[in-house]
């Protein structure tokens, strides 16, 4: 659909419309189709709505980041377990006083001296149209899937606030007469990237998830060419290198990572479920499942960040974990299961052996699975045979940010 309707040439006024939507379109069909839950559902109320807003007021002033002057902008994830953002924190520590930190607080708990536009964020989403002609899109995906998208409605709300945010960063850029972006999550900061490439600033984006060919913020067959895209992608290991067409012009770098603990002495009995909202009723069935058929295993089921306890019925012999670090527990354990969250891949190099449930989204990990690092298990009795990853670095290098970091242009 996207090379028949030509999405990637399209544009409304100066803006790229489809590769802003693009991921957004993808949460949506999997979402109506019943596949898959929310991904990481957003829940306040009018209480922490009105503290939000109080927040965006006063941070006009204490967090305004047109004030000082840096070199560099980094832009991290908003999750931060124990207080830490892990993605970007040795970067960060690189990089000292010469960067900005621009860390949004509506999804999340800025880093402490952060500054952010979260009031301009919201603003600028605050007025849009009611609907824009979708080029034939949510026809075309009917067609293709029976499930119905409202694109226009999404490019209504989307198109005018990239626009307009797109506008406020180039200023921001231009202020600091910054040198590199480095952001987190470049599919959902488009307008960031987008202002970067206006003004020939390089965008170096890390990596913070699973890419494969079957996630739609990286994944662009044929590599062509999509607008307002990072140069580079700084990879955990070699493995996402080469895993999924990325667009075309985007080099990859293994940069590592330093956030993986080592792996500690294993329990033999220790399984541990790796849940997410897209798939955690589902989940939570397969755990119960292997409670039955392997009474002899103590089975754990880990809550994602995004989650909380009160959404599942938890079965008997199956141990609900939301306290601690999901990395600790994986340490200590022997087994783990889930579908296609990150956490598969750390616990491979932290010496689980995986079995990768039968489950939509169980597609992410079919490259790990084909080199026999995982185990697609489509029956309980298969969870003993799951297997070790006999070549972890792949995913997960030695740490290079000391010298990918070095690399800065003056």
Not at 19 to 33: A, D, G, K, Q
Not at 44 to 50: E, F, H, L, Q, T
Not at 336 to 364: D, I, K, W
Request: hydrophobic share 40%.
């Amino acid at each position: 659909m996207e090379k028949d309707l030509d999405l990637l040439e399209w544009r409304i006024q100066d803006a790229h419309p489809w590769p802003i939507i693009r991921m957004r379109v993808f949460h949506e069909l999997t979402r109506r189709s019943g596949i898959h839950g929310a991904p990481h559902p957003v829940r306040r109320s009018p209480y922490d709505k009105a503290r939000l807003v109080g927040r965006h007021i006063a941070g006009l002033v204490t967090r305004n980041p047109f004030l000082g002057r840096y070199d560099a902008l980094v832009v991290p994830h908003p999750r931060k377990p124990g207080g830490v953002e892990i993605y970007t924190d040795e970067l960060r520590a690189e990089l000292g006083s010469s960067a900005l930190i621009l860390d949004s607080g509506i999804n999340g708990t800025p880093l402490p001296g952060s500054k952010n536009l979260d009031f301009f964020t919201s603003a600028a989403g605050a007025i849009h149209q009611k609907h824009l002609d979708d080029r034939g899109i949510s026809a075309a995906l009917q067609k293709l899937t029976g499930v119905q998208v409202p694109v226009g409605a999404l490019l209504a709300r989307e198109v005018p606030k990239h626009q307009r945010l797109r506008a406020l960063y180039r200023a921001l850029l231009r202020r600091h007469q910054i040198k590199t972006v480095y952001v987190v999550v470049a599919y959902f900061h488009q307008h960031i990237v987008g202002a970067a490439r206006d003004l020939g600033i390089r965008v170096v984006e890390l990596q913070h998830g699973a890419i494969s060919p079957f996630h739609l913020g990286y994944s662009y067959p044929g590599r062509p060419v999509v607008a307002d895209q990072p140069d580079e992608l700084w990879c955990f290991g070699s493995y996402w290198t080469d895993v999924a067409d990325l667009p075309a012009g985007m080099k990859t770098e293994v940069v590592g990572a330093t956030f993986l603990p080592p792996a500690g002495p294993k329990d033999p009995q220790r399984v541990v479920f790796l849940s997410q909202g897209t798939i955690g009723a589902e989940l939570l069935h397969v755990a119960e499942a292997v409670v039955k058929e392997h009474p002899e295993l103590e089975v754990h089921y880990r809550l994602h960040p995004s989650e909380r306890a009160s959404d599942y019925t938890i079965p008997a012999g199956v141990h609900l974990s939301t306290d601690g670090d999901t990395l600790d527990l994986l340490t200590r354990a022997t087994y783990q299961v889930g579908v296609s969250t990150t956490a598969l891949f750390e616990g491979m190099a932290l010496g689980c052996r995986t079995a990768v449930a039968n489950l939509p989204g169980h597609e992410y990990l079919e490259p790990a699975i084909a080199r026999g690092h995982a185990l697609l298990m489509s029956n309980p009795k298969q969870l003993t045979d799951a297997p070790l990853c006999t070549d972890p670095s792949a995913y997960y290098a030695p740490s290079d940010f000391l010298r990918l970091a070095a690399d800065q242009p003056e």
